[in-house]
């Protein structure tokens, strides 16, 4: 399906996070699962079968550990869910440049989590189920996933919507500004969120001491890390692998 | 004897043809009254004067309110202000009551669908009657016909489906991804 944007308001919405900052606390983790929805772990629950849309990893070097928060990269080219996916349960809005993810037409196959190199998508074992009272918290502008589904970080997707809404409602047009669950909880401050179609804050991005991940594959990622050790870039670089083969969960 | 054979082959497809064009799809439907009648054309145009957005209101943050809540009707309507019986049965039954009718609402889309009012009228200046019809000019409400499979109305499934959405979308050349209108 080809699908285009309105001219001249489309989005680019990126992360930058300083490596340098994250002290790993998993506030953006207990944040995220709060804002979207996600079920607490059932007592069996393995890192394998639990439910993180984001990831902090903790990175050893050769100084002291850095910890690196890893959820879905909203891979902009080629992006590798997008193609394997049979069912066009996924897609790359040109509004926003947000991967798409839609639990009703995903079948539950799986190709897209072994084609995501980032290991950021995460598959529905059991029909959500929340401790008593805890479902009168959920969020409502959030729907829940059902059993048998694959799902991943939309960057606060909920969140955007209710910006939309309340920018059409205030009469302004182009894209909105708004702050994922993350960013906002996380306590250092490490992660921003921006539009790199903003052209400082692509830049930002874009400066010395910021890379992305597995960047040779040409995924072209949305969110980008920044850290002024050089110990750490090295490390992280073969973070991804390890968490591919089980070295780490 | 052929001619009998193909006489009942005959008959018994036009029984079942029409048995399952007139028969089940109005058994799969199942009418739910509304807990009270309620005339829009009393309270819009020249007899009332009122707009839809009297009632029908934009939250502050831009979410859009619905079906108003009691104490909207009871701004007016604490004692009866007309003579029907209709009117005085609802101030008696619910406004002095206090108990909040539980209208069914005709567009209840299911959980994962996100129809932003704000952004269709206020922004796409679409008008209420584009969707809507004449429904602010209706005397009495509508039969409520609920799908006893989904569970959702006919009126759902008669035109406010994905399908609806998206050919309006690719019609005017908007923008139709998932998370456009999923959350």
């Known amino acids: ?6 001219p001249g308001k489309a989005a680019r919405y990126g992360m930058i996070i300083d490596l340098d900052r994250c002290n790993g606390c998993g506030a953006c983790m207990i944040a995220c699962a709060v804002e979207n929805n996600v079920p607490p772990p059932d007592a069996k629950a393995t890192p394998r079968t639990g439910l993180n849309w984001v990831r902090v990893f903790r990175v050893e070097t050769a100084t002291r550990p850095a910890f690196v928060p890893v959820m879905c990269m909203q891979c902009g080219d080629e992006t590798p869910c997008v193609s394997v996916c049979p069912q066009n ?43 008593a009272g805890m479902e009168q ?44 669950a993350c960013v906002e909880a996380c306590p250092a401050q490490a992660i921003e969120f921006g539009d790199l179609n903003d052209a400082a804050f692509a830049a930002k991005a874009r400066a010395a001491g910021a890379f992305r991940l597995l960047e040779p594959l040409g995924t072209g990622p949305k969110v980008y890390y920044r850290t002024g050790r050089a110990e750490v870039r090295g490390a992280v670089s073969g973070l991804i692998e390890e968490a591919k083969n089980g070295q780490r969960s | 004897m052929k001619i009998a054979r193909f006489l009942s082959y005959f008959s018994g497809l036009a029984i079942s043809l029409a048995a399952g064009w007139t028969v089940l799809p109005q058994a799969l439907y199942k009418e739910v009254p509304q ?26 943050d831009g979410s ?8 909207t009707c009871a701004g007016c309507h604490a004692e009866p202000v007309g003579e029907t019986a209709s009117e005085k049965r609802f101030v008696e039954e619910f406004v002095k009551k206090e108990r909040e ?40 409400l509508p039969a409520y016909r609920v799908n006893r499979i989904t569970g959702y109305s006919q009126t759902v499934m008669a035109g406010m489906r994905m399908d609806d959405c998206v050919a309006c979308h690719r019609q005017r050349g908007l923008s139709h991804s998932c998370l456009d209108c999923h959350k």
């Open chain 1, 1 to 6: 399906m080809t699908r285009r944007a309105t």
């Open chain 1, 89 to 131: 349960a996924v897609d790359v809005d040109p509004s926003t440049g947000v991967v798409g993810q839609i639990p009703e037409r995903c079948l539950g196959c799986r190709y897209c989590m072994a084609a995501c190199p980032y290991q950021a998508r995460v598959f529905n074992w059991r029909d959500p189920q929340w401790p």
């Open chain 1, 137 to 180: 918290a959920l969020n409502p502008n959030v729907s829940a996933r059902q059993r048998g589904t694959v799902e991943k970080c939309n960057f606060c997707h909920g969140r955007w919507h209710a910006a939309v809404e309340a920018a059409a409602n205030e009469g302004k047009t182009g894209s909105v500004s708004y702050t994922p």
């Open chain 2, 35 to 60: 807990p009270a009648s309620f005339s829009h054309a009393a309270h819009t145009g020249e007899k009332g004067g009122m707009q839809c957005t009297d009632c029908h209101a934009f939250r502050t």
């Open chain 2, 64 to 71: 859009f309110a619905g079906v108003p809540k009691l104490e």
């Open chain 2, 101 to 140: 009718p539980q209208w069914q609402i005709y567009s209840r889309q299911p959980d994962n669908a996100w129809f932003p009012h704000s952004v269709h009228v206020t922004r796409g200046k679409l008008a209420c009657e584009g969707c809507h019809g004449s429904h602010g000019k209706s005397a009495a």
